[in-house]
């Protein structure tokens, strides 16, 4: 039975000291919240030689999970061969400072077909007010049969 009293004040200060840090009144610090990503309406422009218009309906900004910016858009093409998109999208806030950018593109857009396009790039510095995206086009070569493959070294 020694024993057993010996334990007795034990637990008791145990538990006492588990109910004290139970009833503690220190507070945490709140995290910031991120300002959002875009404004409440984004407004989207075009420049670029490509033949294809962006489908502004279609364009979507979200961060991924490293945190780097993913633009989602259409284009949808005007040419009349097949050709390889890329764009640019520089990102504007409302006083029209740059607060970042991104690249893509796509490769052998059919003639009059509407092509999916992702860009990347780092999180913007600010809320997204505004877009420019530059669409830029590079004919897409045509394979032709009668290039001849070579059978043996001359």
Do not use: W
């Not at 034990?10 to 990503?37: I, W």
């Not at 409302?94 to 893509?104: E, M, R, S, V």
């Not at 510095?125 to 877009?131: D, H, L, N, P, V």
């Amino acid at each position: 039975m020694p024993v057993l009293s010996a334990r007795g004040p034990l637990v008791a200060a145990l538990c006492g000291v588990t109910l004290v840090a139970c009833g503690s009144s220190t507070t945490q610090p709140e995290v910031r919240p991120a300002p959002p990503l875009t404004a409440q309406s984004v407004t989207v422009r075009q420049t670029g030689n490509a033949s294809a218009q962006v489908v502004d309906s279609t364009i979507t900004y979200q961060l991924d999970a490293s945190g780097s910016l993913v633009i989602h858009l259409s284009v949808q093409s005007q040419s009349a061969s097949a050709q390889t998109i890329t764009a640019r999208a520089s990102l504007y806030d409302a006083k029209n400072n740059l607060i970042g950018d991104a690249t893509g593109g796509q490769i052998s857009v059919a003639p009059g077909s509407t092509a999916p396009l992702q860009l990347n790039g780092p999180a913007p510095t600010g809320t997204i007010a505004g877009t420019v995206f530059e669409v830029s086009n590079v004919a897409s070569p045509t394979p032709t049969s009668t290039t001849p493959i070579p059978t043996a070294a001359p």
